[in-house]
């Protein structure tokens, strides 16, 4: 399995700047692509950014790209958000996630529909908030 653990966030006046990370350990040779998504209050969890194994970067939309840039150390075990610009309606819980392969050892031996849970990890979340 693998555990990923996020840390930076915080409060920033609108148009500051704010770095967030997220450490990735365990089965990371699995990990087929890792990113970022967040929960804005009233509304549904979206993607932010991702990176793939492959090094491509993909943002969820022009909201974003631009602003914000995802990269990775040269370790392969740690994924950085910065976000500039900040503006109030970027405040949210910020989750970081990994799209893993199917290497866990139980994931053909479990019941077809409990695979899924081997095929993803999440972190606990970490707040950003933009005051005006």
């Known amino acids: 399995q693998v555990q990923l653990v996020e840390s930076g966030g915080g409060t920033v006046q609108a148009g500051g700047s704010l770095r967030l990370s997220c450490a990735a350990s365990?089965?990371?040779?699995?990990?087929?692509?890792i990113g970022w998504y967040r929960q804005i209050p009233g509304r549904q969890r979206e993607l932010v950014a991702a990176?793939?194994?492959?090094?491509?970067?993909?943002y969820a939309d022009s909201t974003v790209k631009g602003r914000f840039i995802i990269s990775r150390d040269s370790a392969q075990n740690t994924v950085y958000l910065e976000m500039n610009s900040l503006k109030p309606e970027d405040t949210a819980v910020y989750y970081c996630?990994?799209?893993?392969?199917?290497?866990?050892?139980?994931?053909?031996?479990?019941?077809?529909?409990?695979?899924?849970?081997?095929?993803?990890?999440w972190g606990q979340g970490t707040l950003v908030t933009v005051t005006s």
């Open positions: 996630h990994a799209d893993l392969l199917p290497t866990h050892p139980d994931y053909y031996s479990s019941d077809y529909d409990d695979r899924h849970k081997y095929l993803e990890a």
């Open positions: 365990g089965n990371t040779f699995s990990i087929n692509a």
């Open positions: 990176v793939s194994a492959e090094e491509e970067i993909h």
